[in-house]
């Protein structure tokens, strides 16, 4: 694209001030500008007044619960072997975030949470994944998917540390598409005099960011039928784990979905259910006191399992899912940003938007779906904060009582 060009599309769009400081960059810094114009979907600024659809009628989804699959375990287990062994079986980390909310300007994964030695996230979850390698005697397919914030800084630090012992023709990099971030009334933010303001395109953008990138090849030329996808922030998950793998593919449905069991009615974690029959995830701030003292037929709470964020997905179902079925969530976000006087600043309130498609409505498109139960304290360790709740502090202890030396 070149300056005209750019300055056609953006006209059309009433987004002229993106080029105001054009003729104080580098040739260089103009040819990223340019081409991040071209690449940049301004569509989703269309959106910037949508409240989110209606949700529909909420029920409840039974889950495979601890004894039912303790009792089944040998038969489960021989079923995810058979497919991890047959080359079936991939794992994608989603890895785009930063350490922002723990003091760490750099990436999440890089963190150390060691204390008599190094730790990093990174490590926690290949270490597990290596674990399956192991029993399996078979190697893994591993994406992990970076953002144009963190790519290079991830890909480095794993080559640094010899990819924690996971062979590297095994991993593929990948960045997550971005979407541009405006002020509440639409009008793009630049974070640089080069460079509009952007972020990640939501947790369910992991899909379409694959195809763009050409991955799904791989996925088609190795005959990849089940990807288990998982977020970076919780260092105790187990990934493509036999069992688990193994109830999915006997259930026949299209994602499996690891859940832990309510430590509280109110707690603040989304929740397996069906929406107008269909899988769905309910939020929990969505939840009715009606839903939230409904029991099943147990006597148990019937919205009574968490997601936690790792999905075994059905590789010939994902054609289903396309981005123009998925609602674009509207997200009010502190945005850093400069003025037209090119002056940085770093909002303390919500000062603009982001817009995010999530993984609840990918799950939506589905036609079914398999709750899967695990125990909180053997794989739910997510870090969120620095301290308190779900943090690294919490995390540390969990990882001990686990028999990880840190």
């Not at 991890?84 to 785009?96: E, N, Q, V, Y």
């Not at 890909?155 to 062979?167: I, L, M, P, S, T």
């Not at 308190?388 to 202890?397: K, P």
Request: glycine residues 8%; negative net charge; charged residues 25%.
């Amino acid at each position: 694209m070149d300056l005209e060009q750019a300055k056609k599309k953006l006209e059309s769009i009433g987004q002229e001030h993106v080029l105001k400081f054009y003729g104080e960059l580098s040739q260089p810094q103009q040819q990223a500008l340019l081409e991040q114009i071209d690449e940049t979907d301004f569509s989703v600024l269309s959106h910037i007044n949508d409240k989110g659809g209606e949700r529909g009628e909420f029920s409840p989804l039974s889950a495979m619960q601890l004894g039912e699959i303790n009792e089944r375990r040998q038969e489960l287990y021989d079923a995810g072997m058979q497919a991890i062994r047959s080359g079936k079986t991939a794992a994608l980390l989603l890895a785009g975030g930063m350490g922002t909310r723990l003091g760490f300007d750099h990436p999440k994964g890089m963190y150390d949470l060691g204390i008599t030695k190094p730790l990093y996230i990174f490590e926690c979850i290949v270490k597990n994944l290596l674990d399956v390698v192991k029993k399996s005697g078979t190697w893994i397919r591993l994406f992990i998917m970076t953002s144009e914030k963190n790519n290079d800084d991830t890909v480095a630090f794993f080559k640094e540390q010899n990819y924690f012992g996971y062979r590297e023709d095994k991993i593929v990099f990948f960045k997550q598409s971005m979407a541009p971030c405006c002020d509440m009334n639409g009008r793009l933010y630049m974070e640089a005099k080069d460079r509009i303001s952007t972020s990640p395109n939501g947790n369910a953008g992991w899909y379409s960011s694959m195809v763009r990138a050409g991955l799904d090849k791989i996925l088609a030329d190795e005959g990849i039928e089940w990807i288990d996808v998982f977020a970076v922030d919780n260092v105790l998950q187990r990934i493509c784990d036999p069992c688990f793998v193994g109830a999915t593919v006997l259930a026949d449905v299209s994602v499996g979905a690891k859940v832990v069991r309510k430590a509280a009615p109110d707690e603040k974690v989304g929740v397996m259910c069906l929406e107008d029959g269909r899988p769905s995830i309910v939020e929990y701030y969505e939840l009715s006191q009606e839903m939230m003292d409904a029991k099943d037929e147990n006597g148990d709470p019937a919205y009574n399992y968490g997601v936690i964020l790792n999905y075994l997905f059905r590789t010939a179902e994902l054609e289903k899912v396309t981005d123009d079925k998925m609602p674009l969530h509207v997200v009010n976000k502190k945005i850093p940003y400069i003025t037209d006087e090119g002056e940085n600043v770093s909002p303390t309130s919500p000062n603009g938007i982001k817009f995010e498609q999530l993984v609840l409505d990918m799950i939506h498109q589905l036609s079914s779906c398999l709750p899967y139960e695990v125990v909180r304290e053997n794989e739910f360790a997510p870090i969120k904060n620095l301290t308190g709740i779900d943090s690294v502090e919490s995390a540390r202890e969990l990882l001990k009582k686990n028999g990880v030396e840190l």
